[in-house]
């Protein structure tokens, strides 16, 4: 069977399904969305209005049987929050359904009358419109238990009232098997341009679909075997190993220690209260409350590294899921706040309100740099999402993100790239993050050079780690694997066990060349990577970005990190090289 | 001999070695002119535990390198230590301020790797 493309056009509220054009064959995931984006939407053309779209895509091996740590789906078009080109990927149920449906891709197009709400549901026999009307207003956690009763069991893709109300820092939601909203496609703000298609929620029924094509059985069954064992073998991803005992807020206390934890808006790089929010502290939690809470859950069935929790309440009872590392830095250390529960139940407040933890962490910093709050107030903290519940002026401030928050409130330390602020990793401690933050396509983003070690590429013995020299070199090698990576619909957190022991990387390569019937090798994986960043990077060219804003913020540049009283000094020029070849090949 | 007084944190299962569950945060005394190998040695840690080793937010040592034991340490120092199973990507490390000896190490030994058979190495 072909993979098809359903364009969905709410205007005239008709889908249409397409065979994959030869042009978009091999692509998956985030190579799918971004050649989408790339062809389909004006580069110029503004985030919410009529010609930009939504696409979704799941990854090349996503809803194939047994793939590990598999299931991401992608979500592209341009960025309200940066005008930039956005693909933003989350886990939960949608990927491997959409993808035993046989779509290789949903686009979603065009802008229904004035205030018509639409809930779609895509089965095998299509896709059918329904009136949202019931479920405007309110939240995630409510909407996924709504559509439950109707269509149990099913992917619940959808946005809280953050992307009703169009704000850039709107996310889109999956639901997780527990029919929770806790996995997010959370960068970006395309739940606000979901919103400007009249879109409420998707639901997608997978029943019955023909499920995924695999070209070479034998070679797939080869490389998920090889890619398996190397994940069950990893001390990093295997069971009890740090991710699947600790969760990504392992990272906390490390970087603490590192002295590269941003703090109170970026002001210092050591949380004196990090240990309290760190993923060992979680750990106790969980182990203290003995109820619903758990370590080492899986977001999506099939994941065999389980990184994801569920953090509980004081009685023991679910209180949210997930609590991530970026997610408990940007609410805790950069607003100088220590107090876990209160973490929790604002990441729960994002869930629900369908905002990126990242960038409401951060808004909620700078609100405090610009006196809204002190430091450290975390009831005060949490308060404020009742500001955007209820629609307020100040809600709708401080939902548009962290540039916006700081012109309302004359910040002038604004830790920004292109738009969207930074993660839980100060660049200029770490300066090797402050290379890819600057130059991503994406905005100010962890995710997109993402790798355990340098030997990747072709850079291997070639770094001298205190020297700014070669970091261009190796953001750029780092920026396409993991462009790749997230094209292939594998976690990220693959890449421990994939770059450690070479037959599970052999194994991952030859899971995605089994599917997809094509040949495949490492060297392939880097060049592919480096096809996506092209389009990704003349698309922003075009909507009007130049070198000059691959940029850190100013204050960086003049302003000592304690405690190793650092700058980020990285150099104009040396920035310019990651991205000099696209008009070179 | 005077002794001084070290502030520790201790992350992951090598808590156990201060009395810790997940996380142990307390001072320990040590004699003489101390080193961070002697700090390991009075709690018990051995090389196949321990992973990232830092002293006041310097990089002194990574999984599979043991080279921070002769690291001097000074009244008041902060030492963090992390058990072997605790996850950092290259990307989120790259450039950070590391110890001289780390850094020689890494020169002559090349760029370290996630030790996958922690136990049995
Ligand atoms: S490792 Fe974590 S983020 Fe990745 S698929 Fe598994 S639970 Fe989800």
């Known amino acids: 069977m072909t993979r098809k493309i359903v364009r969905i056009n709410m205007s005239n509220q008709k889908a249409t399904y397409e065979d994959v054009p030869k042009k978009w064959a091999k692509w998956g995931g985030r190579g799918m969305t971004s050649a989408i984006v790339f062809e389909e939407i004006p580069p110029t053309c503004h985030p919410l209005g009529p010609n930009n779209k939504v696409v979704i895509a799941p990854g090349w091996v996503t809803g194939t049987p047994a793939a590990p740590s598999s299931g991401r789906t992608s979500f592209g078009g341009k960025s309200p929050l940066t005008g930039t080109i956005k693909e933003s990927n989350a886990g939960g149920l949608s990927g491997q359904k959409i993808a035993k449906l046989g779509l290789a891709a949903i686009i979603l197009e065009g802008t229904p009358a004035k205030d018509q709400w639409y809930y779609l549901v895509i089965t095998k026999d299509g896709v059918e419109f329904k009136d949202a009307s019931d479920l405007m207003g309110k939240g995630m956690y409510e909407i996924d238990e709504i559509l439950w009763k109707d269509y149990p069991k099913t992917a619940v893709i959808g946005i809280g009232q953050a992307g009703e109300m169009k704000l850039s820092n709107a996310g889109i939601s999956v639901n997780d098997p527990e029919n929770k909203p806790g996995r997010y496609a959370g960068r970006g703000g395309l739940g606000a341009v979901l919103g400007a298609r009249g879109i409420k929620a998707i639901v997608i029924d997978d029943a019955g679909g023909p499920g995924v094509d695999i070209a070479n059985k034998e070679l797939f069954e080869k490389g998920r075997k090889n890619l398996t064992e190397a994940i069950q073998e990893h001390a990093l991803t295997k069971k009890d190993g740090g991710l699947n005992a600790y969760g990504t807020d392992v990272l906390m206390n490390i970087v603490n220690e590192a002295g590269g934890l941003p703090t109170r808006n970026f002001s210092a790089g050591q949380f004196e209260g990090a240990a309290k929010i760190s993923g060992e502290a979680i750990a106790e939690v969980v182990e203290k409350r003995d109820g619903k809470g758990m370590t080492g859950h899986g977001c999506h069935p099939g994941c065999i590294i389980q990184c994801s929790n569920i953090y509980p309440d004081e009685s023991g009872e679910a209180l949210v899921s997930c609590l991530e590392y970026e997610t408990a830095w940007a609410l805790g250390a950069n607003c100088g706040i220590d107090n876990l529960d209160i973490i929790a139940r604002m990441t729960r407040e994002c869930n629900d309100l369908g905002l990126d933890t990242i960038e409401a962490g951060n808004s909620i910093a700078i609100a405090m740099e610009g006196g809204l709050l002190e430091f450290g107030d975390a009831e005060g903290a949490l308060k404020l999402f009742n500001e955007i519940r209820n629609k307020t002026p100040m809600g709708r401030i401080l939902g548009q993100g962290v540039e916006a928050t700081a012109k309302a409130f004359g910040v002038h330390r604004v830790p920004t790239v292109k738009g969207q602020s930074m993660p839980a990793y100060e660049p200029r401690a770490i300066k090797g993050i402050g290379v890819t933050y600057a130059t991503s396509t994406m905005g100010a983003d962890h995710t997109s050079g993402y790798t355990i070690a340098p030997e990747i590429a072709g850079v291997s013995g070639k770094l001298d780690p205190l020297t700014d020299e070669g970091k261009a070199d190796l953001s750029l090698a780092f920026q396409a694997s993991t462009a790749f990576i997230d094209s292939s619909g594998y976690c990220l957190f693959i890449a421990f066990p994939i770059l450690d022991i070479q037959t599970g990387f052999e194994g991952m390569v030859d899971t995605v060349a089994g599917v997809m019937g094509i040949d495949l090798t490492g060297d392939d994986a880097i060049a592919l990577g480096k096809e996506v960043l092209k389009m990704e990077r003349l698309f922003n060219e075009r909507a009007g970005f130049t070198k000059e804003d691959d940029r850190l913020p100013e204050f960086m540049r003049y302003e000592k990190l304690p405690p190793h009283d650092v700058v980020w000094s990285m150099t104009d020029e040396e920035l310019d090289k990651v991205f000099a070849w696209v008009h070179e090949d | ?121």
């Open chain 2, 1 to 121: 001999m005077p002794s001084i007084t070290i502030n520790i944190s201790l992350y992951g299962d090598i808590a156990k070695h201060a009395g810790g569950h997940h996380v142990a945060q307390t001072e320990i005394m040590l004699d003489g002119d101390p080193t961070i190998g002697d700090l390991q040695d009075k709690l018990g840690i051995s090389a196949e535990e321990k992973g990232y080793v830092f002293k006041n937010a310097i990089l002194c040592d990574v999984p599979g390198f043991d080279a921070a034991r002769e690291e001097s340490l000074c009244e008041g120092d902060h030492v963090g230590i992390f058990s072997i199973q605790h996850m950092w990507p290259y990307q989120y490390r790259d450039g950070v301020r590391m110890s001289d000896a780390l850094a020689r190490a890494l020169n002559e030994k090349g760029a370290m790797h996630n030790i996958y058979k922690a136990t049995e190495e």
